[in-house]
């Protein structure tokens, strides 16, 4: 009787973090290929803020001091905004790896006959594999966690 009610608790639990991992793991795969979309965009931003800031270098050699400088400002500004936002970003990737990271040590969903159910994600890995991003950070993630 006992074995029985061992075996309904370990299904119910392993059928609750396949039902998890399943709800979630779409929504965090999305979630990261917009952290990289931003990162990406926020490059080409910084770059092209290099870019002015060099050019503003020059006209404000060549133009009154006060025109130039209010510009200067808001660029120097805007600049430091966008240092903010691109931390910000990065904190968030590094989140999505430790969440990748916990998602691996989630157990393997198993079947009524005990074996392992075969469930691929989008990305060809099983539902338990770390991505390689998350495999290099994870060991750090993990004393993160433990703190």
């Given at each position: 009787m006992v074995g029985k009610l061992?075996?309904?608790?370990?299904?119910?639990?392993?059928?609750?973090?396949?039902?998890?991992?399943?709800l979630l793991a779409p929504v965090v795969t999305e979630?990261?290929?917009?952290?990289?979309t931003v990162l990406a965009s926020q490059n080409?931003?910084?770059?092209n803020i290099d870019r002015v800031t060099q050019i503003l270098a020059k006209l404000l050699e060549s133009t009154p001091e006060p025109v130039v400088s209010s510009q200067a400002a808001k660029l120097s500004d805007i600049r430091r905004r966008i240092t903010g936002l691109s931390n910000?970003?990065?904190?968030l990737q590094e989140r999505l790896q430790k969440l990748h990271a916990?998602?691996?040590r989630l157990p393997v969903p198993l079947s009524a006959t005990g074996e392992p159910l075969a469930q691929e994600t989008?990305?060809?890995?099983?539902?338990?594999?770390?991505?390689?991003?998350?495999?290099s950070d994870s060991a750090s993630g993990q004393e993160e966690i433990g703190k």
């Amino acid at each position: 009787m006992v074995g029985k009610l061992e075996n309904a608790t370990s299904d119910g639990a392993s059928a609750l973090a396949a039902g998890l991992e399943q709800l979630l793991a779409p929504v965090v795969t999305e979630c990261d290929q917009q952290v990289e979309t931003v990162l990406a965009s926020q490059n080409v931003l910084s770059e092209n803020i290099d870019r002015v800031t060099q050019i503003l270098a020059k006209l404000l050699e060549s133009t009154p001091e006060p025109v130039v400088s209010s510009q200067a400002a808001k660029l120097s500004d805007i600049r430091r905004r966008i240092t903010g936002l691109s931390n910000n970003v990065y904190g968030l990737q590094e989140r999505l790896q430790k969440l990748h990271a916990l998602r691996a040590r989630l157990p393997v969903p198993l079947s009524a006959t005990g074996e392992p159910l075969a469930q691929e994600t989008e990305g060809g890995q099983e539902p338990g594999a770390v991505p390689e991003e998350a495999a290099s950070d994870s060991a750090s993630g993990q004393e993160e966690i433990g703190k």
